[in-house]
């Protein structure tokens, strides 16, 4: 089948394996199954997306070309360990509803393309693999549904790049940063529903770069970093966090802090400036 790109095998749930040779020119590979075997021992060279959901046993080959891969493994405690370097035009990657999956392994650290990184329903986690902060391409990382973290990133990483935060009920959440990490493009932080969230980054002053910080139903959070520090800021919304709201009031209101440069601050739904 030369001219076959794409393949989708879903709810074939007596189905054991895949063959070990797939056409060459396939382009999307979608396997939605409860029990599979993958070990491709060809390269699929111009293999764009690759989604896996269900219980699939995958062995991460050379695939050169591909761009995008989905993960949704209820079953998964491991993601395979070897061959993530092997991804060298991989820029965007969802892992979702993998409840018991432990950890990242730590050569997601090694895509040197990545650009977006979107993790959901993986309750276990509760460290992001080392060296995701050094990679030079990353721009966007969302997290959500993951209660197994209690900090998201410590001293040692930079993410330099950065551009896009999301955070989403993280329900254990007690702060975003444990020591000073290097956000210096960072633009855009969302956190929303994170019941024990207390603080958010050591050394907020150098954000420069932050335009959006947006904050929902977060209750805990007490320790707001002094708005005068986030000199690019146009745009501040906090609601339902009653501990930083009365923080920010008593800074706005009584003079404390110059905020002149800020275009929209919204307390509540209440417009500020």
Known sequence: ??????????????LKALPDRLPCNLRRVTVHCEQVTWMPCDALPLLEFLSLEGHVKVELSPFPALK??????????????????????????????????????????????????????????????EGLGQLETLHTLSISNCSGFTSLFNGSGQFKTLRHLGILQCN??????????????????????????????????????????????????????????????????INNCPLAKEQLQKEIRGGR?????????????????
């Open 1 to 14: 089948m030369p001219s076959l790109k794409e393949l989708i095998i879903t709810e074939c749930n007596k």
């Open 68 to 129: 995008a891969l989905e993960i949704t493994c209820a079953n998964y405690e491991t993601l395979p360990s070897d061959g993530w370097e092997l991804l060298e035009s991989l820029h965007t990657t969802k892992i979702s509803d993998c409840p018991r999956l432990a950890f990242l392994p730590d050569g997601m650290g090694k895509l040197k393309a990545l650009q977006s990184l979107d993790i959901d329903g993986c309750s276990q986690l509760t460290n992001l693999p």
């Open 172 to 237: 254990s959440l007690r702060s975003l940063s444990d020591g000073l990490v290097h956000f210096e493009a960072l633009q855009s932080v969302h956190v929303w529903f994170c019941p024990k969230l207390q603080s958010l980054f050591d050394g907020f002053e150098q954000l420069k770069s932050l335009r959006w910080l947006n904050i929902y139903n977060c209750p805990e959070l007490k320790h707001f970093p002094p708005l005068q520090y986030l000199t690019s800021l146009e745009r501040l919304e």
């Open 257 to 273: 802090c110059n905020v002149s440069h800020i275009c929209s601050i919204k307390i509540d739904d209440e417009r500020i400036q």
